[in-house]
Protein backbone atom coordinates (compact mmCIF):
# COMPACT_ATOMS: atom_id res chain seq x y z
CA UNK A 1 0.00 0.00 0.00
CA UNK A 2 1.69 3.26 -0.71
CA UNK A 3 -0.14 6.86 0.38
CA UNK A 4 0.58 9.94 -1.45
CA UNK A 5 -1.18 12.71 0.55
CA UNK A 6 -1.51 15.39 2.91
CA UNK A 7 -1.33 14.39 6.67
CA UNK A 8 -5.22 14.96 6.75
CA UNK A 9 -5.53 11.26 6.42
CA UNK A 10 -5.93 9.45 9.33
CA UNK A 11 -5.18 5.53 9.31
CA UNK A 12 -7.72 3.94 11.72
CA UNK A 13 -6.55 0.03 11.66
CA UNK A 14 -4.32 -2.06 9.05
CA UNK A 15 -4.61 -5.91 8.77
CA UNK A 16 -3.95 -8.33 6.13
CA UNK A 17 -5.05 -11.64 5.32
CA UNK A 18 -1.80 -14.72 5.43
CA UNK A 19 -1.98 -17.72 3.69
CA UNK A 20 0.40 -20.83 3.21
CA UNK A 21 1.04 -24.39 2.96
CA UNK A 22 -0.25 -26.76 5.47
CA UNK A 23 2.37 -27.32 7.49
CA UNK A 24 3.12 -28.93 10.48
CA UNK A 25 4.83 -27.57 13.52
CA UNK A 26 7.78 -30.73 14.21
CA UNK A 27 10.68 -28.65 15.03
CA UNK A 28 11.35 -25.76 17.39
CA UNK A 29 14.73 -23.49 18.32
CA UNK A 30 15.00 -21.62 21.12
CA UNK A 31 18.42 -20.61 23.55
CA UNK A 32 19.89 -18.05 25.46
CA UNK A 33 20.59 -15.35 22.93
CA UNK A 34 17.31 -13.43 21.75
CA UNK A 35 18.57 -12.46 18.73
CA UNK A 36 19.46 -15.79 17.65
CA UNK A 37 15.40 -16.93 18.47
CA UNK A 38 14.54 -13.92 16.44
CA UNK A 39 16.30 -14.72 13.33
CA UNK A 40 15.13 -18.42 13.80
CA UNK A 41 10.98 -17.33 14.09
CA UNK A 42 11.74 -14.67 11.25
CA UNK A 43 13.47 -17.66 8.85
CA UNK A 44 10.66 -19.49 9.83
CA UNK A 45 8.23 -17.14 8.82
CA UNK A 46 9.65 -16.36 6.11
CA UNK A 47 9.05 -20.27 4.57
CA UNK A 48 6.19 -20.22 5.44
CA UNK A 49 5.45 -16.91 3.10
CA UNK A 50 7.66 -18.80 0.09
CA UNK A 51 4.99 -22.16 0.63
CA UNK A 52 1.80 -21.94 -1.20
CA UNK A 53 1.09 -24.65 -3.59
CA UNK A 54 4.49 -24.51 -4.41
CA UNK A 55 7.74 -23.38 -3.52
CA UNK A 56 8.29 -19.95 -4.19
CA UNK A 57 11.24 -17.53 -4.86
CA UNK A 58 10.09 -14.76 -2.96
CA UNK A 59 6.60 -14.01 -2.13
CA UNK A 60 6.70 -10.67 -3.63
CA UNK A 61 8.30 -10.17 -6.98
CA UNK A 62 8.44 -13.42 -9.41
CA UNK A 63 6.65 -15.80 -7.00
CA UNK A 64 7.32 -18.82 -9.03
CA UNK A 65 8.62 -21.94 -8.14
CA UNK A 66 12.84 -22.33 -9.16
CA UNK A 67 13.89 -25.86 -9.38
CA UNK A 68 16.67 -26.86 -7.00
CA UNK A 69 18.52 -23.28 -7.51
CA UNK A 70 16.08 -22.10 -4.59
CA UNK A 71 14.31 -25.46 -3.88
CA UNK A 72 17.06 -27.45 -2.71
CA UNK A 73 17.91 -24.92 0.08
CA UNK A 74 14.15 -24.28 0.47
CA UNK A 75 14.56 -28.02 1.32
CA UNK A 76 16.95 -28.43 4.02
CA UNK A 77 15.63 -24.86 5.61
CA UNK A 78 12.36 -26.62 5.62
CA UNK A 79 12.75 -29.88 7.51
CA UNK A 80 14.10 -28.53 10.62
CA UNK A 81 10.97 -26.60 11.77
CA UNK A 82 8.40 -28.80 9.82
CA UNK A 83 9.83 -32.31 9.22
CA UNK A 84 8.06 -34.58 7.10
CA UNK A 85 4.87 -32.27 6.52
CA UNK A 86 7.30 -30.30 3.58
CA UNK A 87 8.01 -33.32 1.86
CA UNK A 88 5.05 -32.62 -0.77
CA UNK A 89 6.17 -29.53 -1.79
CA UNK A 90 9.76 -31.01 -2.20
CA UNK A 91 7.93 -34.00 -4.27
CA UNK A 92 6.24 -31.69 -6.45
CA UNK A 93 9.41 -29.40 -7.20
CA UNK A 94 11.54 -32.94 -8.35
CA UNK A 95 8.89 -33.74 -10.84
CA UNK A 96 8.33 -30.37 -11.96
CA UNK A 97 12.15 -31.03 -13.04
CA UNK A 98 11.65 -33.93 -14.39
CA UNK A 99 8.37 -33.04 -16.77
CA UNK A 100 10.14 -29.77 -17.86
CA UNK A 101 12.85 -32.18 -19.88
CA UNK A 102 9.79 -32.56 -22.65
CA UNK A 103 10.69 -29.11 -23.76
CA UNK A 104 14.24 -29.56 -24.10
CA UNK A 105 15.52 -32.72 -26.82
CA UNK A 106 18.87 -32.36 -25.20
CA UNK A 107 18.06 -33.35 -21.58
CA UNK A 108 18.06 -30.03 -20.11
CA UNK A 109 15.84 -29.42 -17.54
CA UNK A 110 14.12 -25.87 -16.99
CA UNK A 111 15.10 -24.07 -13.76
CA UNK A 112 11.56 -22.39 -12.82
CA UNK A 113 8.51 -24.93 -14.25
CA UNK A 114 5.69 -24.54 -14.58
CA UNK A 115 5.47 -21.18 -16.12
CA UNK A 116 5.33 -19.70 -19.91
CA UNK A 117 6.80 -16.35 -18.58
CA UNK A 118 10.43 -15.12 -20.17
CA UNK A 119 11.20 -17.92 -21.95
CA UNK A 120 14.05 -16.47 -24.89
CA UNK A 121 17.88 -16.60 -24.48
CA UNK A 122 19.76 -14.76 -21.93
CA UNK A 123 16.69 -15.44 -19.49
CA UNK A 124 16.48 -17.50 -16.42
CA UNK A 125 14.54 -20.44 -18.02
CA UNK A 126 17.73 -22.83 -18.09
CA UNK A 127 20.13 -22.43 -15.20
CA UNK A 128 22.94 -24.41 -15.88
CA UNK A 129 24.02 -24.48 -12.50
CA UNK A 130 20.80 -25.33 -11.32
CA UNK A 131 20.39 -28.14 -12.97
CA UNK A 132 23.54 -29.59 -11.63
CA UNK A 133 21.76 -28.85 -8.08
CA UNK A 134 18.72 -30.61 -9.10
CA UNK A 135 20.74 -33.76 -8.96
CA UNK A 136 22.44 -32.88 -5.94
CA UNK A 137 19.13 -31.99 -4.60
CA UNK A 138 17.96 -35.07 -5.37
CA UNK A 139 20.21 -37.07 -2.96
CA UNK A 140 19.76 -34.54 0.00
CA UNK A 141 15.76 -35.50 -1.02
CA UNK A 142 16.73 -39.18 0.36
CA UNK A 143 19.11 -38.00 3.06
CA UNK A 144 16.05 -35.94 4.44
CA UNK A 145 13.09 -38.25 3.45
CA UNK A 146 14.32 -41.39 2.79
CA UNK A 147 11.64 -42.42 0.33
CA UNK A 148 12.71 -43.85 -3.18
CA UNK A 149 9.62 -43.57 -4.94
CA UNK A 150 9.90 -40.41 -6.97
CA UNK A 151 13.68 -41.00 -6.99
CA UNK A 152 12.73 -44.13 -9.40
CA UNK A 153 10.56 -42.27 -10.65
CA UNK A 154 12.81 -39.47 -12.41
CA UNK A 155 15.71 -41.85 -12.39
CA UNK A 156 15.35 -42.21 -16.13
CA UNK A 157 15.06 -37.90 -16.81
CA UNK A 158 18.43 -38.09 -14.62
CA UNK A 159 20.48 -40.32 -16.19
CA UNK A 160 18.82 -38.09 -19.80
CA UNK A 161 20.67 -34.90 -18.22
CA UNK A 162 23.86 -36.69 -16.66
CA UNK A 163 24.16 -37.04 -20.55
CA UNK A 164 23.49 -33.69 -21.35
CA UNK A 165 26.34 -32.42 -19.11
CA UNK A 166 28.87 -34.90 -20.98
CA UNK A 167 28.57 -32.74 -23.90
CA UNK A 168 30.47 -29.49 -22.10
CA UNK A 169 33.51 -31.26 -21.19
CA UNK A 170 35.98 -29.83 -22.91
CA UNK A 171 38.89 -32.17 -24.11
CA UNK A 172 41.99 -30.00 -23.76
CA UNK A 173 41.41 -29.95 -19.57
CA UNK A 174 38.39 -32.46 -18.64
CA UNK A 175 36.93 -29.53 -17.24
CA UNK A 176 32.73 -28.78 -18.00
CA UNK A 177 34.05 -25.97 -20.46
CA UNK A 178 31.72 -23.27 -22.46
CA UNK A 179 28.62 -23.56 -20.53
CA UNK A 180 25.58 -21.59 -22.05
CA UNK A 181 23.60 -19.14 -21.04
CA UNK A 182 23.18 -17.22 -17.41
CA UNK A 183 25.38 -18.18 -14.46
CA UNK A 184 23.69 -17.53 -10.73
CA UNK A 185 26.41 -19.46 -8.63
CA UNK A 186 26.75 -16.92 -5.53
CA UNK A 187 25.19 -14.01 -8.01
CA UNK A 188 28.42 -12.92 -9.65
CA UNK A 189 26.77 -9.55 -10.59
CA UNK A 190 26.38 -8.35 -7.00
CA UNK A 191 29.71 -10.12 -5.98
CA UNK A 192 32.15 -10.38 -9.13
CA UNK A 193 33.79 -13.56 -9.82
CA UNK A 194 35.75 -14.10 -12.49
CA UNK A 195 33.83 -16.09 -14.60
CA UNK A 196 35.57 -17.69 -17.91
CA UNK A 197 35.22 -20.86 -20.13
CA UNK A 198 36.02 -23.04 -17.28
CA UNK A 199 34.62 -22.07 -13.94
CA UNK A 200 35.91 -23.78 -10.91
CA UNK A 201 32.75 -23.26 -8.87
CA UNK A 202 30.57 -24.90 -11.46
CA UNK A 203 33.17 -28.18 -11.74
CA UNK A 204 33.12 -28.24 -8.19
CA UNK A 205 28.99 -28.24 -8.41
CA UNK A 206 29.15 -31.26 -11.47
CA UNK A 207 31.27 -33.28 -9.41
CA UNK A 208 28.69 -33.60 -6.60
CA UNK A 209 26.17 -33.96 -8.93
CA UNK A 210 28.34 -37.18 -10.32
CA UNK A 211 28.71 -38.61 -6.58
CA UNK A 212 25.11 -37.22 -5.81
CA UNK A 213 23.81 -39.62 -9.17
CA UNK A 214 25.89 -42.38 -8.43
CA UNK A 215 24.45 -43.13 -5.32
CA UNK A 216 20.75 -43.05 -6.54
CA UNK A 217 22.22 -45.59 -9.13
CA UNK A 218 23.66 -47.57 -6.75
CA UNK A 219 21.50 -47.00 -3.79
CA UNK A 220 17.89 -46.83 -5.03
CA UNK A 221 17.80 -48.17 -8.54
CA UNK A 222 20.38 -51.17 -8.10
CA UNK A 223 22.43 -49.82 -11.34
CA UNK A 224 25.72 -51.20 -9.72
CA UNK A 225 27.07 -50.10 -13.69
CA UNK A 226 25.90 -46.91 -14.05
CA UNK A 227 26.66 -45.55 -10.44
CA UNK A 228 30.79 -47.19 -11.36
CA UNK A 229 30.84 -45.13 -14.40
CA UNK A 230 29.34 -42.04 -12.54
CA UNK A 231 31.68 -42.72 -9.86
CA UNK A 232 34.77 -43.00 -11.83
CA UNK A 233 33.68 -39.87 -14.21
CA UNK A 234 33.45 -38.15 -10.72
CA UNK A 235 37.10 -39.02 -9.47
CA UNK A 236 38.60 -38.24 -12.90
CA UNK A 237 37.08 -34.76 -12.67
CA UNK A 238 38.54 -34.40 -9.32
CA UNK A 239 41.58 -34.94 -9.90
CA UNK A 240 41.28 -32.11 -13.21
CA UNK A 241 40.17 -29.97 -10.48
CA UNK A 242 43.11 -30.51 -8.64
CA UNK A 243 45.39 -29.80 -11.63
CA UNK A 244 44.10 -27.20 -13.59
CA UNK A 245 42.30 -24.77 -11.43
CA UNK A 246 44.89 -24.74 -8.13
CA UNK A 247 46.80 -22.32 -7.96
CA UNK A 248 50.53 -23.90 -6.23
CA UNK A 249 51.41 -20.29 -5.45
CA UNK A 250 48.73 -18.63 -4.03
CA UNK A 251 47.62 -21.82 -2.29
CA UNK A 252 44.03 -21.24 -3.62
CA UNK A 253 41.31 -21.87 -6.07
CA UNK A 254 40.88 -19.92 -9.17
CA UNK A 255 37.63 -18.62 -10.15
CA UNK A 256 38.10 -20.13 -13.83
CA UNK A 257 41.19 -21.62 -15.80
CA UNK A 258 43.56 -18.60 -16.79
CA UNK A 259 42.18 -16.60 -14.16
CA UNK A 260 44.17 -14.67 -11.30
CA UNK A 261 41.48 -14.24 -9.03
CA UNK A 262 40.76 -16.49 -6.34
CA UNK A 263 37.40 -15.37 -5.03
CA UNK A 264 35.75 -16.51 -1.51
CA UNK A 265 32.87 -18.18 -3.37
CA UNK A 266 35.78 -20.48 -5.57
CA UNK A 267 37.19 -21.29 -2.29
CA UNK A 268 33.52 -22.06 -0.46
CA UNK A 269 32.60 -24.04 -3.22
CA UNK A 270 35.78 -26.09 -3.58
CA UNK A 271 35.64 -26.81 0.26
CA UNK A 272 32.16 -27.79 0.44
CA UNK A 273 32.09 -30.46 -2.16
CA UNK A 274 35.91 -32.15 -1.02
CA UNK A 275 38.22 -30.10 -3.21
CA UNK A 276 40.56 -29.71 -0.26
Not at 135 to 141: K, P, S
Not at 176 to 203: F, Q, R
Not at 216 to 238: E, G, H, R, Y
Request: aromatic content about 16%; hydrophobic content about 35%; glycine content about 6%.
Amino acid sequence: MSVTASDSIIFKTVSAINRHYNYTNEGSFECSDQLLNKIFETGVFTLKLCGQDTYMDTPWREQTQYIAGDSRYLQKYAYYPFGLSSEFLMHYNILSGAWSQRWSPEGAIRSRYPTDYLLGEGTSVYLFDYELEYVIMLGEYYQYFGKKDALKQVYPNLKKLMTYFEKFIGKEHGLLSKIPGWIVLDHPDTYPMDLKDEITAMNCLYYEALKQAAIIAKTINNDAQQATQWSKQADVLKSNIRKWLWSPDKKLFLDSYGSEKCNQQTQVYAMLYGLV
